[in-house]
């Protein structure tokens, strides 16, 4: 069902894409420009659809998606220089193309693929990400996403009483459910400082919505502070059954010119796959930093 929107701002309206999440946010042209008319429709949007697609956006030049993104805040660049756009900074590749033009297997099958909350490792996570689709495979390749504020906000009483005031440690790709680590740090990455890992709450309360949110990331969270390994475990894996239930995920299916943003703080992510070999898939990310909760995380 399609919802209009105000009447002074542009005339947008949402349709909902799954039944429990992802919305798609028509009538927006970012080529026109990232009017504060334009950037008060979208976040109005965001903050209820924490994944939110705008489809038809080809053509878009850095730049304009840099200008995008700053309109919900800071852009930090990837801490991972390869990833960089080589002259926009802020922005950063998601691709299966290596720098000689040849498909690369890991990108195609292998990273990202468990589930995940990017950057919890750091003291300030990223918080808003937008993925923008240049090139797309004909089938696969899609990015699965489940809601973690659903999650958080369905969980049996008794077991959110177990978590309250809990905290996790995150440390890059030590999460307790990891089975793809990601690629190893150089000595100069390890140098930055940025990678040594950081404590967050397990519910973190979204600074925009005051709604809480589970946070645990299996591939960057190694387990509950102050538990034994196996409490933490069985705690975490109780927690994971329940944020993965079908009924929580949207999967999207990218076409070329799409523009995919969503909130860090209220999401799980991880590629499905299934790329064929032969076919590009090529995205550029932005990664906006902002504050994680409203309670010290
Ligand atoms: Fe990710």
């Not at 756009?85 to 290596?98: A, D, G, M």
């Not at 000689?100 to 919890?120: K, N, V």
């Amino acid at each position: 069902m399609a919802t209009v929107l105000d009447r002074s701002a542009p005339p947008a309206e949402i349709v909902r894409l799954g039944p429990n999440h992802g919305a798609e946010l028509r009538g927006i042209e970012l080529a026109r420009g990232v009017t504060p008319a334009v950037a008060e429709t979208i976040k109005r949007a965001f903050w209820e659809h924490p994944v939110l697609v705008l489809r038809g956006q080809a053509g878009l030049d850095p730049e304009r998606l840099i200008e995008f993104g700053n309109a919900f805040g800071y852009i930090e660049p990837h801490s991972i220089l390869q990833y960089r756009h080589p002259v926009h900074e802020q922005l950063s590749y998601v691709t299966n193309v290596k720098p000689d033009g040849t498909l690369d297997e890991y990108g195609q099958s292998q990273r990202a693929i468990d589930w995940h909350i990017d950057g919890t490792f750091k003291a300030k996570p990223d918080c808003i990400t937008f993925l923008y689709s240049i090139a797309a495979p004909s089938t696969g390749g899609r990015t699965q996403f489940t809601n973690m504020r659903l999650a958080c906000e369905t969980l049996p009483p008794a077991l959110r009483r177990r978590i309250d005031g809990l905290r996790c440690f995150h440390k890059r790709g030590e999460g307790w459910k990891c089975t793809a680590p990601p690629p190893p740090l150089t000595e100069a990455q390890k140098a930055t400082g940025e990678f040594e890992g950081a404590e967050h709450p397990i519910v973190i309360v979204h600074p925009e919505t005051g709604r809480e949110s589970l946070y645990i990331s299996p591939t960057h969270t190694p387990g509950v502070v102050g538990l034994s390994r196996a409490d933490s475990d069985a705690l975490l894996d109780e927690l994971y059954a329940h944020a993965i239930r079908p009924e929580f995920q949207y999967h999207h299916e990218w076409r070329v010119g799409d523009l995919v943003l969503w909130d860090q703080r209220c999401n799980m992510h991880r590629a499905g796959g299934g790329t064929p070999r032969n076919e590009k898939r090529v995205m550029l990310r932005g990664m906006i930093v902002s504050t994680l909760d409203a309670n010290g995380g």
